[in-house]
């Protein structure tokens, strides 16, 4: 390994760069001054109290886990569908069909939005939680469909192969062998995919009708001086809570290549 | 290793052709393999035997013919209700599940009680030498034990037909030799047909009743492996198995299964019927094999013929010393082996020899 | 052939229920947009006459053509910053880190990708805000006298956020690249006579052309389409596509003007990136 102290330091400082404004959350979490600025006026944990004075960020908290609970659930169903078909089976058209399917990955999210919205109104539907799912699925099914097929791509055929010259019909093999081992990568796209969906802010602000929606709550909220401090004690606890649960995904990532005995090649995407 | 001809048929494949796209993968494939045969289909990769060996377990299907298994058209019948059990080339050891749980995975349905399969289980193991390895974790395994337990896994099912895909591929080569003679006495032991796939014409030699040379779609000769070596049908199978020195010739006479031939090098040779596979319309050969070759060390007689040559290489191999010698008058070089015994030293590059051999262990190619 | 029809019916009977969704939540819509988009619209309602009016307007009159302009300019800064500032620490992490701990920095740069979004683009409008945390800490230094409210810069600080936000998108793909750099090849190269330096140049750098091609890309066509930041950090005073689309969509009531824009966005992320990947495709033949 060639030593290269500049390149160490430059790293370094990129991170820090990124790190920046999450290192800044819990700083000014616990300052005790309503205006976020230096210096540091002393500790307190009031504003993780405040925050909850408000009713609308239950509310809102609600609401998001409902939408992002039923998005990481349909969004991981339909990806296993689709990465499963994609790496196993030859079909004809599947360049297109699977283009359509990560289309959203390289469209603007704005007008994936007011392309979902123009229909919607078009047809009468009342915006609701429901049409914010409806657009989540959309989104985050690209990414689940990115984590499945290599979860699917990594399962050596023979094991199916084997399971059904051992006896098994096509449906038991799948219970019993595929589904164990794709395990770890569908933990791992509800994961993802929840956290994109609690995160995502276009479509849960243009879908959602004004229902208060965790982000677009913190997004107005920003908005008021007075109201920024609770807002980065609440970014702190969403902040740990990401990383949290991206390293119980990674953990089940790495657990899923670990077990099917092959090499790990890096992280997500 | 003989093989009994009153054994019933096992195995019977109905000229089968099998077309992946535009590509002919089988081309007519016919012949039989009996019940209790070890049985090897031997070609280089891609002509078609693992192709054919899937067929039998129902993985691939096929465009026309028919294989049949202990006289039943398998034609529909999906791989999980064919008697026949598979070891795969990657082992395909379920990675989830212990190494009892994955012999076991085929006795899910079995009606037996739990106990019952238990001891099924300890006695699989025990018969591939992995007694007491049940609850170790499948990926823990190394190479050798990964192929025990899939054996183990295939046979606790009393399959009618053991199908093996090159399962010593991935093996190294003391391991490979040691596996070999194992599988054998397995064969021995349970008596049921083994169909093994494999690229490694020594390997099929050492363990089979008998061999399918197969290339490119089509069996190119089945036979023992006795026939194979020493008679093989075609220049092709000759030179896929062992080492072949070719000599052009030209016949000048044939009658009365006599075939009167005039080789380069060797002059004329009178050769039996037996010594001349059908013809194919190629430019006449003779064949002869390395060990059928001696040279004679000075003061050395023999009641064969000799012919003088030239050493242009030799090559030690530690038991064997292999030297290409130039036969006198041609512009031919023919390998011959010879053992190192004491007494026998190696020649060097450059000297005169005297080299022996005899008209019986010529093949006509033509 | 009987057996290929049977796979293909069943690998189609698997997709479908994915690929309906797909069709139904976004080929129709999409189809919907592009159709709008040829219509007059306005006051919630789209109708009758078809016309090119929209696309004559948006590429004739200065507001529009100011927007888009501007969209295009920041996406382009933004791609250039993140990419340039990208391949070193891509470079560092695949060359420099021991094979052990390169999962480890992978994940410690991804982190602040998956952290809320809203969050991380909020909190730079704290940062940089009037008498905010930057300005607070000059002046608590006695650098300046007055507040610097960078963010009054509109143009500058989205740049900014946004090439902070993009930025581990253009690591992963030049570091894969990088990757896969043989690296005898290097060896092979330093060889043959060349330094270190021109080593990278001529080998290093086009052999992981592809990984700065979809970095570029994976940067470039979100961005164009952001919405948030130029609300949160320009203060909605330095509008892009997103925000022109929103402001004829929904404050305008015109569903057609704003389909049009949404697709002319479309055609323009895509032209370019097209563009993009035609001029630079003598690197992308031959490899897989």
New interface residues.
């Given amino acids: 390994m060639m030593k290269a102290p500049g390149l160490r330091l430059y790293a370094m400082l990129y991170l820090l760069v990124l790190y920046a404004p999450i290192l800044v959350l819990p700083l000014f979490a616990f300052n005790d001054a309503s205006i976020v600025a230096f210096p540091l006026a002393g500790f307190t944990t009031k504003w993780f109290g405040e925050m909850w004075q408000d009713p609308n960020l239950g509310i809102a908290l609600r609401n998001s886990l409902i939408i992002a609970l039923s998005t990481a659930t349909l969004a991981t169903v339909l990806g296993i569908f689709a990465a499963r078909s994609s790496v196993r089976y030859q079909w004809p058209g599947k360049p297109i069909v699977m283009g359509a399917i990560m289309l959203p990955l390289v469209l603007p999210e704005m007008i994936v939005a007011m392309a979902l919205l123009v229909i919607l109104l078009s047809l009468g539907v009342p915006l609701s939680i429901f049409t914010i799912i409806m657009g989540h699925v959309l989104i985050c099914m690209p990414f689940a469909v990115a984590i499945l097929t290599s979860a699917f791509q990594s399962l050596d055929r023979s094991f199916e192969e084997a399971a059904m010259d051992l006896g098994e019909t096509p449906w038991s093999t799948f219970r019993l062998i595929v589904l164990p081992l794709v395990m770890p990568g569908i933990l791992s796209s509800f994961l993802i995919t929840f956290t994109i969906s609690i995160d995502e802010f276009i479509i849960s602000n243009f879908l959602g009708s004004g229902r208060p929606i965790l982000s677009v709550y913190i997004f107005g909220q920003f908005r008021f001086p007075a109201k920024v401090p609770a807002m980065l004690a609440l970014g702190t606890i969403l902040v740990c809570f990401s990383i949290l649960l991206l390293i119980i995904a990674e953990y089940f990532r790495r657990r899923g290549v670990a077990r099917i005995g092959g090499k790990d090649t890096g992280g997500f995407l | 290793m003989t093989f009994s001809a009153e054994r019933s048929t096992m195995i019977e494949f109905r000229d089968i052709q099998k077309?992946y796209g535009d590509y002919h993968a089988l081309r007519g494939i016919n012949g039989t393999i009996k019940a209790g045969e070890f049985f090897s289909l031997l070609g280089p990769s891609g002509c078609g035997k693992t192709t054919l060996l899937r067929t039998i377990?129902g993985?691939e299907?096929i465009?026309s013919g028919a294989v049949l298994i202990d006289g039943k058209d398998m034609k529909g019948v999906?791989?999980?209700?064919r008697p026949?059990?598979?070891v795969?080339?990657?082992y395909?050891i379920?990675?989830?599940m212990s190494v009892a749980e994955n012999v076991a995975?085929?006795l899910?349905?079995d009606p037996r009680s739990r106990a019952e399969k238990a001891s099924a289980v300890e006695e699989a193991l025990q018969m591939v030498g992995l007694k007491g390895f049940g609850a170790r974790a499948a990926?823990a395994l190394s190479g050798g034990q990964r192929q025990r337990v899939a054996l183990a896994?295939?046979l606790i099912?009393k399959p009618k037909v053991l199908l093996l895909d090159e399962p010593l591929s991935a093996l190294d080569k003391k391991m490979r030799e040691h596996m070999q003679v194992e599988l054998i006495k397995l064969q021995r032991q349970v008596g049921i047909t083994f169909i093994l796939v494999t690229h490694d014409q020594e390997e099929a030699l050492v363990m089979s009743d008998r061999i399918a040379v197969m290339f490119e779609g089509q069996i190119a000769q089945l036979a023992d492996p006795e026939t194979l070596y020493r008679r093989p049908n075609s220049k092709k199978v000759a030179d896929f198995i062992g080492t072949m020195n070719f000599l052009p010739c030209s016949v000048l006479s044939e009658a009365g299964g006599r075939i009167e031939i005039e080789a380069q090098g060797l002059g004329r040779v009178t050769l039996t019927e037996d010594q001349a596979p059908p013809p194919r319309g190629e430019s006449p050969v003779v064949g002869l094999r390395p060990e059928t070759l001696t040279l004679l060390y000075p003061g050395q007689t023999t009641a064969e013929r000799v012919v003088g040559g030239k050493v242009d290489e030799a090559i030690y191999f530690g038991d064997m010393t292999y030297y290409d010698v130039y036969l006198d008058g041609t512009d031919i070089e023919v390998r011959l082996s010879m053992r190192n015994v004491p007494g026998r030293p190696i020649l060097d590059v450059g000297e005169q020899v005297k080299v022996a051999w005899s008209p019986e262990a010529l093949v006509l190619f033509r | 052939m009987a057996k290929g029809n049977s796979e293909a019916r069943t690998g189609w009977l698997l997709v479908s229920p994915p690929a309906v969704y797909t069709v139904l939540l976004l080929a129709a819509p999409l189809a919907t947009v592009l159709i709008y988009s040829f219509l007059t619209g306005g006051k919630g309602e789209v109708g009758a006459p078809v016309t090119l009016q929209n696309y004559i307007d948006l590429f004739t009159q200065p507001v529009y053509r100011a927007v888009m302009w501007r969209s295009l300019t920041i996406s382009l800064m933004v791609t250039a910053t993140t990419v340039i500032l990208a391949y070193p620490i891509a470079y560092f992490v695949s060359f420099h880190v021991s094979p052990s701990k390169k999962s480890l920095w992978l994940f410690l740069i991804t982190i602040p990708f998956w952290t809320s979004y809203i969050i991380r683009v909020s909190l730079w409008r704290t940062i940089l805000g009037y008498n905010g945390i930057v300005d607070s800490l000059l002046m608590g230094l006695g650098i300046t006298a007055e507040p610097v409210n960078i963010l009054s810069h509109g143009f500058a600080s989205i740049v900014f956020t946004l090439s902070h936000a993009y930025a581990p998108f253009a690591v992963l793909p030049i570091f894969v690249s990088l990757e896969k750099v043989d690296r005898a090849l290097l060896e092979a190269g330093q060889d043959l006579g060349e330094t270190r330096w021109t080593t990278f140049l001529r080998v290093t750098l086009p052999l992981t052309m592809p990984g700065v091609i979809a970095a570029v890309l994976i940067v470039f066509i979100p961005t164009v389409g952001d919405y948030v930041t130029p609300e949160l950090i320009g203060g909605g005073k330095t509008p892009m596509i997103a925000n022109l689309i929103e402001v004829e969509m929904l404050k305008k009531r015109d569903q057609a003007m704003g389909s049009a824009i949404a697709v002319a966005a479309m055609l323009i992320v895509g032209v370019v990136s097209a563009a993009f990947v035609l001029a630079n495709r003598r690197y992308l033949g031959g490899r897989k």
């Fill in positions: 077309y377990a993985f299907g465009d999906p791989p999980n209700v026949t059990n598979m795969f080339q990657s395909a379920f990675p989830h995975f085929g899910r349905r990926h896994r295939a099912l």
